[in-house]
């Protein structure tokens, strides 16, 4: 299973970024669709996950800024960051956990995309 992110970029204060991540490869379902953040000399911590009942996470971010969404038919999920602050600089990394069947799951993370946010 590979997880791949896109939509980071260096942005102004004040503006959004939407961030996607699209997994391919062999599974029968997606379980835990979500988003983490790290920066540097910090662990990584979680921004938002979507869980398969309908529930949902957020990090001690909150939800006020951060908007986490999913696409089951394409295996996505999006994170929509708005009114961006330079304290939101981070690298930002999807997560999933797959079902492969028959009780077996898998946990995979992206490579991780950099969101610059400059004042």
């Known amino acids: 299973v590979q997880l791949v992110e896109s939509g980071g970029g260096s942005v102004q204060a004040g503006e959004s970024v939407k961030l996607s991540c699209v997994a391919s490869?062999?599974?029968?379902?997606?379980?835990?669709m979500g988003w983490y953040r790290q920066t540097p000399g910090k662990q990584r911590e979680l921004v938002a996950e979507?869980?398969?009942?309908?529930?949902?996470l957020y990090g001690d971010f909150g939800k006020d800024r951060f908007a986490i969404s999913k696409d089951n038919a394409k295996n996505t999920v999006y994170l929509q960051i708005s009114s961006l602050r330079p304290e939101d600089t981070a690298d930002y990394y999807c997560?999933?956990?797959?079902?492969?069947?028959?009780?077996?799951?898998?946990?995979?993370w992206g490579q991780g995309t950099r969101v610059t946010v400059s004042s």
């Open positions: 979507l869980l398969r009942d309908g529930n949902s």
């Open positions: 997560h999933m956990v797959v079902s492969a069947g028959q009780g077996a799951y898998g946990e995979y």
């Open positions: 490869g062999s599974f029968s379902s997606i379980t835990v």
